[in-house]
């Protein structure tokens, strides 16, 4: 037992009333164990990143959905023009949410910069410098969004490649049912 206390680095001691404790006693020299500083002190300052808020990440997920897979799943069970128009449309919508929910936060971070552009006035002119030059970017971050969500009514801008990926894959659906049909004879079987 005493091997293994001294492995651990306990060691029985007596405080001088009688009872013994238990004394954890480390010499990382006497051990050959050397601890880097560097290990547990940065002494450099935290990096400033930037972090892309849940709704920008909303988008990138709409947009790398399998629009051709869902297409051809809806065209091999659909295969009709009307059910196409309303699942774009649906696409469209969904599209057209997620603008509005990030043009929203957008406006959100301007009314919060404009406060504390207003707190800072006067305090520091570098500071506000930065902040004019954050609303700037926004700003114009806001109007591309704004340009997209009315681009979309026309099926053009970002939204255009999904909805030519769903079309795409649509009719591949309802070319691939349609042959699997008259493969099997089925128009035959039932006239």
């Known amino acids: 037992m005493g091997k293994f206390m001294r492995f651990l680095g306990l060691e029985k001691s007596s405080n001088g009333s009688g009872n013994e404790t238990d004394v954890l006693t480390v010499d990382p020299v006497e051990n050959g164990v050397a601890v880097d500083e560097n ?37 091999y069970a659909n295969h009709s023009k009307e059910r196409m128009t309303d699942s774009l449309n649906k696409i469209k919508a969904d599209f057209r949410f997620e603008m509005d929910q990030l043009i929203g936060e957008k406006k ?54 999904a909805l030519r990926e769903f079309q795409i894959g649509y009719a591949n659906g309802t ?17």
């Open 39 to 75: 290990i547990f002190v940065d002494n450099n300052p935290p990096a400033n990143y930037v972090t892309k808020t849940a709704s920008s990440g909303k988008l990138m997920t709409f947009f790398n959905q399998d629009f051709r897979t869902q297409g051809f799943r809806e065209g």
């Open 108 to 161: 959100a971070e301007i009314l919060k910069l404009g406060q504390n552009r207003i707190e800072i006035d006067g305090i520091s002119a570098e500071t506000v410098s930065k902040i004019d030059m954050q609303l700037k970017h926004i700003d114009d971050q806001l109007t591309e969004l704004e340009s997209q969500k009315a681009l979309s009514a026309e099926d053009e801008g970002w939204i255009m490649k």
């Open 175 to 191: 070319k691939a049912y349609h042959d699997e049909n008259k493969f099997l004879g089925f128009n035959e079987l039932f006239n």
